[in-house]
């Protein structure tokens, strides 16, 4: 059975803080590493990693895969009220797509 | 924002009735999904099809059923509905699978089992 375990469950920092978020995983034949933003409504879709090692960056968010460790981080820089929100991790198989249970940040002015 | 609805958005219905949700999308991609989000459990996968009348279960599909007989529509129905189905169910579609699988969501259902 796959499995995904994010960490911290929750989290709360202050505006202008810098933030790191983990995500392990043990999915059989993995494909990526997906990362979502949910607010108060539906996932809305942040980064797909396929290659360890390799940065992917928008803005203040920047993401990476370990494939040794299982692993990928996402990292939230110059955090902003507006970063607040349940971020979800998943890891794709052949087909399906299994989520972690979130890591819910709290950003305070 | 890929075209992907669902409806109803909201229902609130007694144990034991037959409930049937519907996700609806314009974007013609082959494969759909639905899950279930409840606190301390995240998303979890119900059951999923990967193309016309082609479906296959998930983490959790008991007491689910799904049917898909337009690339557009995808149903999922509660047999008889209980109160541990009370939930918030959201729609994905994808494009591709395996390798590149990004999931785009419906704005999802909150269902209420009395």
């Known amino acids: 059975e796959d499995k995904v375990v994010q960490s911290p469950l929750s989290l709360v920092v202050h505006e202008g803080d810098t933030v790191t978020l983990n995500c392990s995983y043990e999915?059989?034949?993995?494909?990526?590493l997906l990362w979502y933003k949910q607010e108060k409504k539906a996932p809305t879709f942040l980064f797909m990693l396929?290659?360890?090692?390799i940065e992917k960056k928008s803005g203040r968010l920047s993401s990476i895969l370990d494939k040794k460790e299982l692993s990928s981080i996402l990292n939230i820089t110059a955090t902003q009220t507006g970063d607040s929100a349940i971020y979800l991790c998943g890891g794709a198989g052949s087909y399906q797509l299994t989520f972690g249970k979130g890591t819910k940040l709290s950003v305070i002015p | 924002d890929a075209g992907i609805t669902q409806s109803p958005r909201h229902k609130v219905t007694e144990t034991g009735t037959p409930v049937t949700l519907r996700c609806h999308q314009t974007e013609n991609h082959r494969y759909m999904y639905w899950y279930r989000q409840d606190p301390g459990h995240g998303l979890r996968l119900i059951h999923y099809?990967?193309?016309?009348?082609?479906?296959d279960k998930g983490e959790v599909s008991d007491g689910y059923s799904v049917s898909r007989s337009k690339t557009e529509d995808f149903l999922l129905t509660l047999e008889s509905a209980t109160s541990s189905q009370t939930s918030v169910y959201f729609c994905?579609?994808?494009?591709?699978?395996?390798?590149?699988?990004?999931?785009?969501f419906g704005p999802g259902t909150r269902l209420t089992v009395l």
């Open positions: 999915v059989t034949n993995f494909r990526s």
């Open positions: 396929t290659s360890s090692g």
């Open positions: 099809s990967y193309g016309v009348k082609d479906t």
């Open positions: 994905a579609i994808s494009e591709f699978a395996g390798a590149a699988n990004e999931q785009f």
